[in-house]
């Protein structure tokens, strides 16, 4: 925090002292910043055997992510965000950054710079990456740029600092992640009991929150980690995480899309390009409902033989209407009437559950077996 204060130059770089720079790991990283300075960017970070010091240069490109329990971790480069990316040095748009970063240095003071409610270490990259997206700016994994990173097999601090790491996730929950927090909350027993008993003051931070304009935590789940799961928590279900999937019409080869806003039900689901981002990601629940997206707020209905959107039942309660049969023959039947109110043909695999929305009369059968595919 004082290097940061005291720094004059136009960029900072946070890195530990245990990493290994390669010859041209710095440039790539500046030009990025200085054609947009709201970006934060990282290397990829390969691995440095602590006891051999043997380098081993990672392989498969991965993002930075992190659960429900504000722990940060590596992840696979969704399938989707693969075909976005025009080649292999493409940048990787990353939900969460690692502690290793580069960031504009006038940009990173006005955004609040590192929380100073936050002490020794722990979530403050995650912290920092939601506050930046929600706040206007965007995370980037670059990989033209590569440095290495010494990895201990024991955890680097002592049982008893624990509490503080707790402490600084419940800071990040308490300012960023609205009523989303009581998720974390279930999650993190421990930071919860710790919660209960002295409430820090957030207001300084919430008030900077506000200032900068940003958005909420459900904007972020919808756009930029629409694959952290929202887990059920309704009466009668088990609280597992739903299978999340696209609803692809293997007719017209298009996704089902909800375009209108986030908090606006009443309109019909719309035929769009697949690409995998927020609006089209829907959940088959425990009580055999349709549900949009991560912020769960509303349903597959049918009026006018039209599938809209509409408000999901509340305190258990599902209507006929909504509910939704995945039969043997992977056909998709209304589960009031024991019809298919509209022929809703669907393949399941273990990944996805694939639909044609819409009435098939107008597909050719053969097209539509041919174009099943897997997204």
């Known amino acids: ?210 200032t900068l304009g940003c958005k909420n935590f459900r904007w972020f789940l919808n756009n930029i980690y629409p694959e952290l799961y929202v887990p059920e928590d309704k009466p009668g279900s088990s609280g597992e995480a739903r299978q999340r999937f696209l609803l692809y019409n293997i007719g017209m080869g298009y996704c089902a899309d909800y375009k209108t806003k986030w908090d606006t039900g009443g309109y019909p689901v719309a035929l769009t390009p697949c690409n995998g981002n927020g609006n089209q990601h829907f959940e088959y629940n425990s009580g055999r409902e349709i549900w949009f997206g991560s912020i769960l707020q509303f349903c597959f209905d049918v009026l006018n033989e039209q599938i809209i959107l509409q408000e999901c039942t509340i305190e258990g309660r599902t209507e006929p209407q909504r509910q939704w049969d995945v039969r043997k023959d992977s056909s998709l039947y209304m589960a009031r009437d024991s019809k298919v109110v509209q022929p809703l043909q669907c393949s399941i695999s273990s990944a996805a559950l694939f639909c044609s929305l819409w009435p098939m009369a107008t597909m050719d059968n053969g097209q539509l077996l041919e174009t099943a595919r897997t997204l």
């Open 1 to 210: 925090m004082l290097g940061a204060a005291r720094a004059t130059g136009d960029v900072l770089v946070f890195m530990d002292s245990h990493c290994e720079c390669h010859k041209g790991w710095l440039e790539p990283l500046l030009d990025r910043i200085a054609n947009d300075r709201t970006r934060v960017v990282s290397p990829v970070i390969d691995v440095i055997d602590w006891k051999t010091f043997q380098y081993y240069h990672s392989v498969d490109l991965q993002r930075g992510v992190f659960n429900w329990k504000l722990d940060f971790h590596w992840e696979p480069i969704p399938k989707y965000q693969q075909k976005w990316r025009q080649s292999p040095i493409s940048p990787i748009r990353s939900p969460a950054v690692p502690g290793m970063l580069m960031i504009n240095r006038h940009y990173f003071q006005n955004l609040g710079a590192y929380d100073p409610g936050m002490s020794m270490w722990g979530a403050e990259n995650v912290e920092l990456s939601l506050r930046v997206w929600l706040c206007g700016g965007s995370v980037e994994i670059l990989p033209c740029s590569r440095v290495g990173h010494v990895y201990r097999d024991h955890i680097p601090y002592y049982l008893s600092d624990e509490e503080t790491v707790w402490k600084n996730k419940i800071r990040v929950a308490e300012v960023w992640m609205d009523s989303f927090k009581e998720i974390f909350y279930k999650q993190e027993t421990p930071a919860y009991l710790l919660s209960k008993t002295k409430a820090p003051d957030y207001m300084e931070r919430l008030q900077l929150r506000t």
